[in-house]
């Protein structure tokens, strides 16, 4: 193995249900082997607060030695981890294959999964991942859930921070009442006939959480542009990815989400349609992380095979059968936040690439850390970390000094906008999705913001 692992990066099954996972001592044993690799290289040192926060604790032992760090003090590592994956795609040379076999966000993974097994998730953590059910719930009475969880809201947000450790200043996702779904069933764009990918394309759009509880105009906006370049699309959702329960460490209940969407999606695979994930965290999910987790599922193997990010569709369109004409430029041009987990899906600057499909459009890309981090950046405690790490993301957005903001991450790009309130001088702003900015070219809906 040559020093600096320019293979590519591989990574191993997650065997969860072997019992060695969580024993204890191997797992210790486990996180000093790759903390030490970590220890003598550093080159993550400005990625999260996961590492400065190992760095200072080995060097606050006096002579520099991992050894003089307390077990006990891993979990204030592990619990500074965004599971972004950054680290593994982009930074550590010492990754698999290479002999050193360095996998840190699976190592802290694993650490979480034992954390769980030995005391559980606290109750409203486990509450805040339940997606599904909180969107459900939420759209019975969306004015009121939004009226709850506004940030200018000073009678509920200090409660909701109190029992749920929901932070007081942190912008939280909008609910709507209908669905993308329902908005998808009722109202089916027309698939354009004419289009130089009609008759070629058969896709099913998988809806996840955000889109269809929280901003259903992404997948509208996704649906229409699908229609207006021939593809016939419908939209389907078994259910969230569980990227909210991988957080945790609950990984029996990712299993059982991988293994139950994988069968209800399998059909539309069969039919020979693509599967099009409209947040990369799910896509991600979807391609990669379930496979790791249900190695041997037929039906997950086959789903991982046919998943697309949409930005990647799109960019497979223009480049395999061309786009439908009619687009037009964009004013201002566009500031585009890279998500890390498009990035994690190693299939390149696919939103990027989407948007300089867009004729006479300037799109200026940031590939920096917005912070986040799902749940993790909504957190009391993590919220005041999220916004440090955003700091340079959003003087650089504010530098490109672009008409839109966007990124592949709603949640990214919400956290983003609201960072703009620490630049002095800059103007409020809003983040879109690409795929809505591709659309508003189109003269298709307006964008509803992340």
């Known amino acids: 193995m040559r020093e600096g692992s320019l293979e590519a990066p591989t990574r191993h099954v997650i065997d969860w249900g072997n019992p060695d996972y969580i024993d204890a001592e191997k797992l210790d044993a486990e996180m000093r082997r790759e903390f030490e690799v970590c220890h003598g290289c550093r080159r993550c040192f400005n990625l999260c607060d996961s590492f400065p926060r190992l760095f200072d604790l080995i060097d606050a032992t006096g002579d520099a030695e991992l050894s003089g760090v307390k077990s006990e003090d891993f979990k204030q590592v592990v619990d500074a981890c965004t599971l972004c994956d950054m680290c593994f795609m982009t930074k550590c040379p010492y990754v698999p294959p290479h002999a050193f076999n360095i996998d840190f966000p699976h190592l802290l993974l694993r650490y979480r999964v034992a954390e769980r097994a030995k005391h559980g998730t606290e109750f409203f953590d486990k509450q805040l ?3 599904d059910r909180n969107g459900t719930l939420a759209r019975i009475a969306p004015g009121i859930a939004n009226w709850a969880s506004k940030r200018s809201n000073h009678l509920t947000r200090p409660v909701l921070e109190k029992v749920a450790g929901v932070d007081r200043n942190v912008e939280l996702p909008k609910f709507h009442g209908r669905t993308f779904m329902a908005r998808a069933k009722d109202s ?3 698939v354009n006939r004419h289009a130089p990918a009609f008759g070629k394309r058969k896709a099913a759009i998988f809806a996840t ?5 929280n901003n259903p105009d992404i997948g509208e906006a996704a649906l229409a542009v699908l229609a207006k370049n021939g593809v016939d699309a419908e939209v389907v959702y078994p259910g969230c990815c569980g990227m909210p329960q991988l957080e945790q460490g609950d990984l029996a209940r990712v299993a059982e989400k991988a293994r139950c969407t994988a069968a209800a999606l399998r ?10 994930a409209l947040i990369p965290s799910c896509a991600l999910m979807m391609k990669f992380e379930w496979l790791l987790i249900v190695p041997d599922d037929e039906n997950v193997k086959a789903l991982a095979n046919a998943t697309y990010d949409i930005a990647e569709y799109i960019v497979e369109i223009a480049d395999d059968e061309g786009m439908a004409p009619g687009m037009k430029p964009v004013p201002g041009g566009v500031a585009l936040h890279l998500a890390c987990h498009a990035r994690a899906q190693n299939m390149g600057a696919m939103g990027a690439e989407m948007l300089r ?3 006479e459009t300037d799109v200026s890309v940031i590939e920096r850390c917005s912070g986040h981090g799902g749940s993790w950046g909504v957190k009391k405690g993590n ?3 999220a916004r440090k790490f955003v700091k340079q993301t959003v003087k650089r957005a504010a530098d490109a000094n672009k008409g839109l903001l966007a990124s592949e991450c709603p949640l990214a790009g919400k956290h983003i906008a609201q960072g703009f309130e620490q630049v002095e001088g800059a103007a409020p702003r809003q983040s879109l999705h690409p795929i809505q900015i591709l659309a508003r070219a189109y003269g298709i809906g307006t964008g509803e913001p992340s």
């Open 129 to 131: 991942a339940e997606t």
């Open 188 to 190: 089916p764009p027309a």
């Open 209 to 213: 959480c955000f889109a269809n509880y």
């Open 267 to 276: 059909p539309y695979i069969d039919a020979g349609k693509d599967i099009i």
């Open 357 to 359: 499909l867009i004729p």
């Open 383 to 385: 919220f005041d970390i």
